[in-house]
T-cell receptor, first 116, second 114 residues
Framework: NAGVTQTPKFRILKIGQSMTLQCTQD?????MYWYRQDPGMGLKLIYY???????DKGEVPNGYNVSRSTTEDFPLRLELAAPSQTSVYFC???????????????FGQGTRLTVV | AQKVTQAQTEISVVEKEDVTLDCVYE???????LFWYKQPPSGELVFLIR??????QNEISGRYSWNFQKSTSSFNFTITASQVVDSAVYFC???????????FGTGTRLQVFP
């Protein structure tokens, strides 16, 4: 019963480095999301995907890229890391709305990223 | 625009006290969904409840209860007889029908002291 799995759990990057945050889910959910959580703030949506091959920007997409080649995986790519990207990143998945319904999102454990 | 406001940044109570966490939302849609998530010190996000905009019945689950009032655009969360294990950050969130994208409030940190 893995649910949503994120790796790594912690990472320190130097300014200008790149990395990929991995996210995989085993619930056959169509929808997947990346959020970031800054101290004292709620979570903000970075990117989301409604199915394999389809991605779209959220509220704060600058500095990030995503891809969705399979239903299970939704990696988040950081190019040219900046101190402003220091945050906790959460991947989530859900079945997706049907007939106007909204379903709850299941979250991974989070990745704490520090850019120095 | 959609917005969720949790005006209480931090609340401290002593065990067994009742505590209410406030949530006020803004949306222009007639169909929407409201959520509460718990984030314990370990950091994960735990789903607590989902309500749709057409169901204003209050809900009770053990020591937890939720009061949804469309007239005041509020979806408040009450913990009865709080326990130390309730210490966490609680987030209220909103999504519109047709999308599962969540708009989060800034969270309320609840500390329950023995």
């Amino acid at each position: 019963n893995a649910g949503v799995t994120q790796t790594p759990k912690f990472r320190i990057l130097k300014i200008g480095q790149s990395m990929t945050l991995q996210c995989t889910q085993d619930m056959n959910h169509n929808y997947m999301y990346w959020y970031r959580q800054d101290p004292g703030m709620g979570l903000k949506l970075i990117y989301y995907s409604v199915g394999a091959g389809i991605t779209d920007k959220g509220e704060v997409p600058n500095g990030y890229n995503v891809s969705r080649s399979t239903t299970e995986d939704f990696p988040l790519r950081l190019e040219l890391a900046a101190p402003s990207q220091t945050s906790v990143y959460f991947c989530a998945s859900s079945y997706g709305p049907g007939q106007g319904r909204s379903t709850e999102a299941f979250f991974g454990q989070g990745t704490r990223l520090t850019v120095v | 625009a959609q917005k969720v406001t949790q005006a209480q940044t931090e609340i401290s109570v002593v065990e067994k006290e009742d505590v209410t966490l406030d949530c006020v939302y803004e949306t222009r849609d007639t169909t929407y969904y409201l959520f509460w998530y718990k984030q314990p010190p370990s950091g994960e996000l735990v789903f607590l409840i989902r309500r749709n905009s057409f169901d204003e019945q209050n809900e009770i689950s053990g020591r937890y209860s939720w009061n949804f009032q469309k007239s005041t655009s509020s979806f408040n969360f009450t913990i009865t007889a709080s326990q130390v294990v309730d210490s966490a950050v609680y987030f209220c969130a909103l999504s519109e029908a047709g999308t599962d994208k969540l708009i989060f409030g800034t969270g309320t940190r609840l500390q329950v002291f023995p």
